[in-house]
């Protein structure tokens, strides 16, 4: 099977697989290494999507993502409950150094006045959700940085961005304006905070798309060249470069016996 496997770092609220991702993501490479299964750059994911050739890639391999892009992507943190918690980059490492070629793309939330909001919303206030560690990310070859929108369009971030769109859902983006506000605004921002190192990849708040941003606007906005949903489905020659699907930890697996299932072509 050929998939991408998605993590997010804010979930740590214990010290078990089902509720800790960094606890899963290292159990995850362990089991991918025992299985001998290939863990590649997104990049070559995106480059096979484009040339409709997945089939030419392993058989056996995953791609692995993570979205919001708080610092516990990429920066080692003491967590009140958990207590010290190594990164997903940590976790990457460790597994490059025990001879593993693994790597990792951070889908990051562009504003910063968004991430201030969403850091009291979510991880109490603690100031752990910067983008100071973004460009050092762009030059790590284990690593890459792309785009999770402008702000989620998500209910805790005020004022709103789309003030007339229901927040908590990203397949009501639905007219250029909107999408400029929370696809163009957040590359460029994100290109700029990276010297222009940021992958051109978008991953849908939500994993929510639409007709309009896949077929419509994605295609010509010039600054979007893969986009990722949640929909939970395997890479095939037909696989949409505007709706590449991944499973998600906690939603399409909870366990090193569901991720079994899912290598073996039993989804949840």
């Known amino acids: 099977m050929r998939l991408i496997l998605t993590y997010h770092s804010l979930n740590a609220s214990g010290w078990c697989y089902h509720d800790n991702d960094h606890i899963a993501l290292w159990n995850d490479l362990c089991l991918l290494a025992h299985l001998n299964y290939t863990v590649l750059p997104l990049q070559t994911f995106v480059d096979a999507i484009h040339g409709h050739c997945i089939s030419s890639l392993p058989p056996d391999s995953v791609a692995l993502t993570c979205d919001d892009g708080p610092d516990h992507d990429y920066l080692d943190f003491y967590h009140p409950q958990a207590g010290l918690l190594p990164s997903f980059k940590s976790i990457v490492e460790q597994a490059r150094r025990s001879g593993q070629s693994a790597s990792m793309t951070s889908f990051v939330i562009a504003n910063p006045h968004a991430r201030e909001q969403l850091d009291k919303a979510c991880i109490a206030g603690r100031n752990q959700w910067n983008d100071s560690w973004w460009k050092e990310a762009t030059q790590d070859d284990s690593w890459s940085i792309a785009c999770h929108s402008w702000d989620h369009n998500h209910p805790s971030v005020v004022p709103r961005i789309t003030p007339n769109v229901e927040p908590g859902k990203f397949c009501n983006i639905d007219t250029p304006q909107m999408a400029d506000l929370q696809i163009k605004e957040a590359m460029e921002l994100i290109q700029a905070t990276t010297n ?73």
Request: negative net charge; hydrophobic residues 35%; aromatic residues 14%.
């Open 196 to 268: 222009g190192e940021a992958k051109q990849w978008l991953a849908f708040p939500y994993g929510e798309s639409n007709d309009f941003l896949r077929e419509v606007y994605l295609p010509d906005c010039g600054c979007v060249s893969a986009a990722f949903t949640t929909e939970g489905a395997y890479l095939d020659d037909e696989t949409h470069q505007f709706e590449i699907p991944r499973f998600v930890c906690g939603e399409h697996w909870s366990s090193p016996a569901g991720l079994v299932k899912l290598l073996a072509g039993e989804p949840k």
